[in-house]
Structure formats: C-alpha cells, structure tokens
C-alpha cells in the first residue's frame, strides 16, 4: 500500500503517521502537508531516517498538487486530517475554513476519484469531529445517527465535508470510511489549545484564561488512541460507514484546568494551590458549544477498540513532554497566525 496522509505534519496527524510507520514496514506512508502555521517538521523529527516514510509539501486545496503526489507515487489508498482546527480562528476568519476544509476535501476526493478510476480496493478514510453533532445538554451522548447540527464556522466546515464525503459514497462509489472524534490531548499540540496552552500558561505564571464560567463541558482522548482507532477502522471499519471515537472521558473546563494545575504544582515544586491562582476568568466565546460527549459503543463492538491510558496517566504524560520539550513550543509558536492569514487571504 502507498497510503497519503494529509496534515501529516500537524498534531493527529504526526502520530498516526508514526504509527503506521512503525507498525507496517512494508507500507509507504507519504505525508502531504501545506505547512501551515499549525504543521511542523519537527513533529515528525524521529521518522527522517524511515525507509518507508516521505514527505511531500502539498496543498490539498491545489488541484496540480495534489495530482503530482497521487501519480508519483503511485497512491492507492487515503486518509485525510488535513484541515484548520482552531474554533476560535474560525470565528475571527471563517475563510480559510471553507477553502482547506470543503473545497480541499472535494479537490482530493475528484481528484482520487479521476486518478484511481476503478474505485474498489482503494479506500478514501476522511477523518471528522463529533463538533458537527452541535451542543449537548446536560444529558444525552452523541451517537453515529445523532443529526448534524454544528454551530461554529470550524463544525460547519467539517460538516460540510462530511456531506461531500458521503456524497462521493453515493454518487460515484468512492470507497470511503469516516470517523468522528471527541477532543484529543497529549504531545506535539498547538499551543493554541486548552491543555497546551494551559500547561505553558501555568509554567511561565501567565494568567489562565477561562471562558465563561469555565463549566463547559469536553470528551478527552488520548490522541494516540485516537491514531489507534483510525488503524483500526482503515483496516477493519466497513465501507461506506462512519464512527464515533471518544474517551468515555467528560472533564468541565474549570476542572481540568484545576487538575492541571496541582499535577504541576507538584511536578514543579509549587505549593499546593499556587499555579491555580492563576485562573482568570474571561470573556466567554461566541455561540460557545456547552457539552460535547460521544457514545464509541459501536466501535468498541464491531472492532473491539477502547480507549487504553486513564486520563491521570495521560495528562501527567502530557505535562511531562511539555517540560521536556519547551525547544518545540519555542518553535512552533514563532510563526504568527496573522502572517499566515494576511500571506494567504489578504487582510480580512
Ligand atoms: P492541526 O491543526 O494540528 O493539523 C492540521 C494539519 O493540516 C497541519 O499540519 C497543517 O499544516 C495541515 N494543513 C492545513 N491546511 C492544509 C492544506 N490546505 N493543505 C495541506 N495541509 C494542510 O489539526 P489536528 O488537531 O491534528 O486535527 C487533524 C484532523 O482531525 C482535522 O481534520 C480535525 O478536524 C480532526 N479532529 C481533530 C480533533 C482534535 O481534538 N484536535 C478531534 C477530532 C477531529
Ligand atoms: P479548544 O482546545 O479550543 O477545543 P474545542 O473548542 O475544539 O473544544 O477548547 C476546549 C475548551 O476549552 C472549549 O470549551 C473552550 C475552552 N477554552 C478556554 O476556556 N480557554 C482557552 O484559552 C481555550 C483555548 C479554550
């Protein structure tokens, strides 16, 4: 198998990527990436020596781009991450949203769909979040019949490529697989993001920003089970179905900021109580989702997938790989957002 991997170099992406790598010596795993501000090489540091590792600076939204790297090397098969990630970016410019996220989509799917002309035995494996299944109450999970009902810019472009993947299913027979995961932590994410951003906050004795009254409430995973469940429905998941991955793992926001907070206020010799001191309570974010919390029953059923670390092993895990890797944060936090946007889309 020659397998492309879109936003290979971004935080999911790099440790599926791994994965596969290491798991299948016999595969060649071809990370296509445009390097946004939110991709990094360095995420993928321990893989330059892989015989069967390449990688390829790739625009999923540039139809010669992605046509060179699906003939040269001969792809037969897909999995899509590539995407902009960011909520709050959404809110502050939801171009770039609909470019890489709905156009780039259906750019690599008609694109797959002319070069592999007879569809079977390739699979198209486009990878979603459960944020298109909206805002939950205090009750109630999302399963893989719940109705899209997304409400940010960000969920209404994954939604959006959600439909045109489904729609490639119908119309033209692409043999495509589709997941929807609840929120992922561990290493290599963006600083942009509650955890890391709560974790660098906390080390440098930055205010700690929470929105609202911070009881939102979040499903974490693990993101190398999330990598875990993308191999195994790849491999095993029936084609032309979707499934939902989650951590069976609901924290509030303000909770887990509090957990993060004595986790290190341990680790860093801090009195108990110290690094919490921090919080700040903000300005709350526009049409803010209140609950997300996913039901994986049918993925646990039908391959046997679980979630496999606690979140206390995983956040202390977490916690440490920031310490030890401050030189990263340095490095992918030096390119502005706004450079990236201006250079790209002009001024807003
Ligand atoms: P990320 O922002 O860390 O990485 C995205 C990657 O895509 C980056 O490497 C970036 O350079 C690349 N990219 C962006 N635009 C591109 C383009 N036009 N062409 C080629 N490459 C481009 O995102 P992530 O958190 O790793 O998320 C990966 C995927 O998983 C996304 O599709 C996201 O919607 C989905 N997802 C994320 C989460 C989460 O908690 N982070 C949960 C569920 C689903
Ligand atoms: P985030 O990591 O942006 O993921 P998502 O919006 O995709 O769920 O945010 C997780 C939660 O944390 C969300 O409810 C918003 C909240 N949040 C804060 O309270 N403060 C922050 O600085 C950030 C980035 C997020």
Not at 36 to 54: E, F, I, Q, R, S
Not at 224 to 239: W, Y
Not at 282 to 296: E, L, N, S
């Given at each position: 198998m020659n397998i492309l991997v879109t936003g290979g170099a971004g935080f999911i992406g790099s440790h599926l990527v791994r994965l596969l790598v290491n798991k299948y010596p016999n595969y060649r795993i071809v990370t296509f990436d445009s390097l946004?501000?939110?991709?990094?090489?360095?995420?993928?540091?321990?893989?330059?020596?892989?015989?069967?590792?390449?990688?390829?600076?790739?625009?999923?939204?540039?139809?010669?781009?992605?046509?060179?790297?699906?003939k040269h090397y001969e792809i037969t098969d897909i999995i899509h991450l590539a995407a902009e990630s960011h909520v709050d970016?959404?809110?502050?410019?939801?171009?770039?949203?609909?470019?890489?996220?709905?156009?780039?989509?259906?750019?690599?799917?008609?694109?797959?769909?002319?070069?592999?002309k007879e569809l079977s035995g390739h699979t198209f494996y486009h990878v979603s979040t459960d944020e298109v299944f909206g805002s939950l109450g205090k009750e109630g999970f999302f399963t893989e019949e719940t109705a899209y009902d997304p409400r940010s810019p960000y969920s209404a472009s994954k939604a959006a490529s959600d439909h045109f993947v489904s729609a490639y299913?119908?119309?033209?027979?692409?043999?495509?697989?589709?997941?929807?995961?609840?929120?992922?932590?561990?290493?290599?994410?963006?600083?942009?993001?509650?955890?890391?951003?709560m974790i660098n906050n906390i080390l440098n004795r930055k205010p700690l920003p929470v929105y609202?009254?911070?009881?939102?409430?979040?499903?974490?995973?693990?993101?190398?089970?999330?990598?875990?469940?993308?191999?195994?429905?790849?491999?095993?998941?029936?084609?032309?179905?979707n499934y939902n991955i989650g951590g069976w793992n609901e924290w509030r926001n303000i909770d887990l900021v509090q957990e993060l907070c004595s986790i290190m206020d341990e680790l860093?010799?801090?009195?108990?109580?110290?690094?919490?001191?921090?919080i700040t309570y903000?300005?709350?974010?526009?049409?803010?989702?209140?609950?997300?919390?996913?039901?994986?029953t049918k993925l646990h059923n039908e391959l046997g997938w679980k979630p496999s670390l606690t979140f206390e092993e995983g956040l202390r895990k977490t916690v440490k790989w920031y310490l030890d890797n401050q030189a990263?944060?340095?490095?992918?936090t030096s390119g502005s957002y706004r450079d990236y946007y201006k250079k790209m889309y002009g001024e807003n």
């Open positions: 946004t501000y939110a991709g990094n090489l360095a995420n993928l540091n321990d893989l330059k020596n892989a015989p069967n590792h390449v990688f390829v600076k790739g625009d999923i939204v540039s139809r010669d781009d992605v046509r060179n790297a699906l970016r959404s809110i502050e410019g939801p171009m770039p949203f609909v470019t890489t996220n709905v156009l780039g989509t259906v750019n690599l799917m008609e694109e797959a769909k002319n070069y592999w299913f119908h119309t033209y027979g692409l043999q495509i697989k589709r997941s929807n995961c609840s929120n992922n932590y561990g290493s290599h994410h963006h600083p942009e993001k509650l955890i890391p951003l609202g009254e911070g009881v939102n409430v979040r499903d974490w995973l693990w993101v190398e089970d999330h990598a875990q469940a993308i191999d195994r429905i790849f491999h095993e998941g029936k084609v032309g179905c860093l010799d801090r009195k108990p109580g110290e690094s919490a001191q921090l903000v300005k709350d974010r526009a049409g803010h989702d209140h609950r997300y919390a996913i039901d994986a990263w944060v340095t490095e992918v």
